[in-house]
């Protein structure tokens, strides 16, 4: 039987990764639970468990004593010498327990600790594959949308992650069987609760995409300098080059658009303004008001800044809703007044 118990436990760690030095030490915590349960919360127990040999015991403690005054922990001298003549005051009986004889009940509470021993495993394992890809992009396959609150089941090679309706890009419909971009945003390192959040709102998830489809930006020459986004409507992404050789918004677009067009795809109609980074806040500002002509910037103080627009540029300045100067002065830091001429 313990041949056949440690050759389980070997084929567990071969399809769950899950070490079986770790399953032991929980084996080992669900036998004294199941001896507890039979003989008494206060009782001592030692479990020994030999991988080598192949072999489980358990042993039940009793101190050796003059005067029993609790014969859950105690064994008068008397009877300890019935099972081993060399037993003195002081010292502590073993006696062996046959694991057969534990009732169902111990049972199974014994088999609900390991049970519950593979399901702790298996999210530390997930857990740790998680952290490695935080901050990271990863596609995954929706496998389930729930039709009430809309958050979707996404599946990953690591396990369900999943991704919140608040972390969707809103107005994208998604579909069991989309394979979709998510970015690893959190991981919970408490045994309860969500193992990991994910979403595809997060303006991460456009910097990584930039970092992952243009070359320039993964070798060092094209910095992101900044991101503003409004997740499902409108993103500006701030960049600069260290090579005067180089121009940053053109990398980022690629031959014919074939860069932008890449990363728009994912974003679902999402639009993105690039922008040329510049220590020149007057002329970072007037690129990040883009696609609007703007005819003067004159900074009131480091963080203020007054914009003059021709009368027919205002309302592309501002934006709808006052979006376009919401996301340039998310992305430059400076609050922007917007006047016509």
Known sequence: MNSEFFAALEELEKKTGIPHEYMLEKIE??????????????????????????????YQQKTV??????????????????????????????????????????????????????REGERKLAREAYEKKREEIITATVSKIDPQTGDAVIFTDTGNALLRVSEQIPGEILRVGDKVKVYILEVNREERGPLVTISRAHPGLVRRMFELEV????????????????????????????????????????????????????????????????????????????????????????RTAQITVAADQLSLAIGREGQNARLAARLTGCKVDIKAE
């Open 29 to 58: 915590a669900a036998l004294v639970a199941a001896y507890k349960k039979e003989y008494g919360n206060n009782t001592n127990v030692r479990v020994l468990i030999d991988p080598n040999k192949k072999d489980v015991r358990v």
């Open 215 to 302: 070359p320039e930006i993964t070798d060092g020459t094209v910095i992101i300098k900044g991101i503003a986004r409004e997740a499902g409507s409108r993103t500006k992404i701030a960049v600069m080059s260290r090579d005067e050789n180089v121009d940053p918004v053109g990398a980022c677009i690629g031959n014919k658009g074939i860069r932008i067009n890449t990363i728009l795809d994912e974003l679902a109609g999402e639009k993105v303004d690039i922008v040329r980074y510049s220590e020149n806040m007057d002329e970072y500002i007037s690129a990040a008001l883009a696609p609007a002509d703007i005819k003067k910037v004159v900074m009131l103080d480091e």
């Open 65 to 118: 004593v003059a005067e029993v005054e609790n014969p859950e922990i105690e064994i008068s001298l008397e009877e300890a010498r019935t099972h081993n003549k060399r037993m003195t005051v002081g010292k502590v009986l073993e006696t062996e327990v046959k694991t057969k004889n534990f009732r169902r009940l111990s049972a199974g509470a014994a088999k609900s600790v390991i049970i519950q021993a593979i």
